[in-house]
């Protein structure tokens, strides 16, 4: 498919291309790995959605934005280090400082040398390298660690928030420069709640490996454990039963919802308007409730594993679902007027943190980071799997990408989700939930839409059936570096309202 | 000064410090129901301050004397402004030593010491929450002289006391420029007492706050002092309000028990709807930016000035 995309093209002129659809996948020499960077500095089309690496190779994700082909490419790495991505997508940087510190394999040409996860307490020097068990840790204080440095012909003053902060939200550090009330500078540093999920993912038969991707990010366990078990579905070839599919697609969809009812509110309540999160946190608890109900679990844990899903739907169960959905269809626009029609609210959340779309695809962040910021990719649609290559997803976008096009990406992905949900439902195949996986080696890759964006995930599977190495990608990786634009020339006390609007996942990023 | 006067004093302080924290759980409890919740009782900001006295004090290594005398000074400032501000009864033995003035440079030296507390840590925070703090006092004190000043003009007085008598002399009429004042001081008080929109008494984002950030540092007994003295604040803005606005129902004749009595029940009947009004308010509306604090406090200084020109125009037409 796709083979007319210059991106086809070009990587078909280097080597040859295994097609796995609509994956491509293409092993670089060296040249051809300098090419393609030198290439990305001139096509802005293509998007760097993911960097990670092996022992001994290192692989990167691509996407063409104009003809919507995507590429796996790999590059052996025998001397233990790769040309960087970084001078061509800034979203590399971080990419490559994590692969730096926990696989060992240097970065040519990365200006950031500093450590990224590695906080200086790690048991070994590189956790993931061939055999790190010979390199022995450089231990370090936890807050050695260079900020970038300011220059200003004002005496700026710096503030440093967490990485303990006062509300029960995940640990990150974010060091502001500010001028009074103008932030000059953020600069955020994360890695605090690294737990080695890769290394973790090792030797796991890809069961036990599901119930690893549903805890990389709690809000997300749903769709981090779909992206793990089409990635695996990928590499062994097999393909889930369509009732599976229709399962997972509405479990997807109410974890959407509930996390963007949450949302909504607490982006309200950083706003002092406690109201909204109020009725919010009456509409996700129903929907965590109906969850409960229906899939033995409030956040859907443990329900999706590759070759299908290990719940089914009784019919009273549908019923129930189908009376949640009726009630959320009529309290969803209910919650869309309330916030319009709440002026001292918009007045908060209007031109208050603004991501360029320019950035915003520099980045390639997804999402409603993205979709907020006239950016419309949306993996149920630029990339679809079961069950949206049978449905229409609506895809709302907007350009002005500040606090409040976020929020109303949110507000309008609630309905959008709850008309998927009645059509899943609707349409409900009848048959078995799940198929065996046959054992057997091989390398996937899924991209499945979460409520913050594509997860991007790729697995290797070893002859015995186990997992060799398992990357999960959460968009957070890509929205995070953007947090630090949007809060620019912004006041200091404004940082939450974009923090929240951005909600990017700690643990996710971490790994 | 009779014994009688001064039993009446200490009631009247006693009172005021008493009623203060219920004031503060009043208005948590109304909004945690207009926001669906069930809420603690009222009467959790008692438990909370007992608990805050029986814990230890932490003190950051790098404080001085200004940091551990603050809670103190704050608490005994908030206490003498309980005495000039008529409760239930304009019959107040301090009341003559001082008058509306007093009243806000007592208001504003309790705040210069806070805001000297919150930088004294040297915490990037405290420092943040003391210049916002700063940025709010230089637009509310002028607005709340000018309050002060039409008030002064429409009752010949700056006393306290003399203005409650006035008014309760003068039956409610519309007048453009007690409307103003009001408005004005309703205004100030918000912005003073640190609540929605200027403030989030109730948020846990250290970037956002004003006088919970130069609190930060507080433990103990220290925090316990400080809370009190802000539930007493609000406690005398509503007094204030009532008094010089809605002085109905004080006890003029302290002689008749059921007069006292009467007084003091429609005090603590102002308060409750004062309180119910203050929640009702801030469900309502979301905080403002920071730098939009000069057009919230800009018109409560415009509204006061008015007040004032409204009353010349009065005289001279009639």
Partial sequence: MESSSPLMVFLAEKAPVFLQAPWAFVRLTRPGWCELIARLDTTPAWALLALWAEPKDVHAALYDEESGAFALVALACPEGSFPSFSGARPGAVRFERAIQDLVGLRAEGLEDQRPWLDHGQFPVRHPLAASPEDQPPVPRAATDYAFLPTQSNVVLHQIPVGPVHAGIIEPGHFRFHANGETVVRLEARLGYVHKGVEKLFEGKTPAEGARLACRISGDSAVAHAVAFARSVESAVGVEAPPRAHALRGIMAEVERIANHLGDVGAIGNDAAFAFLLAVCGVERERTLEVAGACFGHRLMMDTVVPGGVTVDLAPESIERLRAWAARLSHEAPRLESLYDSTSSLLERTMTTGVVSAALVHRFAAGGYVGRASARGFDARTAAPYPPYTDLDVTVPVFSEGDVDARMRVRLREIPASLNLITALLDSLPEGPTGVPLPTRAGEGVALVEGFRGEILTWTRLGADGRIKRCHPRDPSGLQWPLLEAAIEGNIVADFPLCNKSFNGSYSGHDL | ?318
């Avoid at chain 2, 007084?263 to 469900?283: D, H, N, R, S």
Wanted: hydrophobic share 60%; net charge neutral.
């Fill in chain 2, 1 to 318: 000064m009779t014994l009688f006067s001064l039993a009446l004093d200490v009631a009247h302080v006693g009172l005021t410090v008493a009623v203060a924290p219920l004031l503060t759980g009043w208005v948590r409890w109304v909004k945690a129901r207009l926001t669906l919740r069930r809420g603690p009782s009222p009467f959790q900001p008692y438990r909370d301050l007992r608990r805050l006295l029986r814990k230890d004090i932490v003190l950051a290594d790098s404080v001085s004397w200004v940091f551990i005398a603050t809670p103190f000074v704050l608490f005994a400032i908030m206490a003498l402004a309980a005495c000039l501000v008529p409760t239930f009864t304009p019959s107040l033995a301090l009341a003559p030593t001082s008058d509306l003035i007093t009243l806000v440079a007592l208001l504003g030296l309790a705040r210069f010491m806070l805001a000297l507390a919150g930088m004294d840590a040297g915490t990037s925070f405290g420092g943040l929450g003391s210049s916002r703090e700063m940025l709010i006092a230089t637009l509310a004190e002028p607005a709340m002289l000018m309050v002060v000043f039409s008030v002064a003009l429409m009752a010949h007085t700056t006393a306290l006391p003399n203005v409650a008598l006035f008014v309760l002399a003068h039956p409610p009429v519309f007048h453009i420029s007690l409307v103003l004042a009001l408005s004005a001081l309703v205004l100030v008080a918000l912005a003073e007492n640190a609540r929605i929109p200027i403030d989030n008494p109730t948020t846990h984002l250290e970037l956002t706050m004003v006088h919970e950030a130069m609190i930060l540092e507080y433990t103990g007994p220290h925090l316990a002092l400080i809370e009190a003295a802000a539930m007493i604040k609000l406690t005398l803005y509503v007094a204030l309000i009532a008094c010089l606005f809605a002085p109905w129902g004080m006890a003029t004749d302290l002689s008749d028990a059921r007069v006292v009595a009467l007084g003091i029940g429609t005090y603590l009947g102002k308060l409750a709807v004062a309180g119910t009004a203050l929640a009702v308010f801030e469900t309502g509306i979301a905080k403002m930016r920071v730098f939009r604090y000069p057009e919230f406090l800009g018109t409560a200084l415009l509204m006061g000035l008015l007040a004032i020109v409204f009353l010349y125009v009065n005289q001279v037409v009639s």
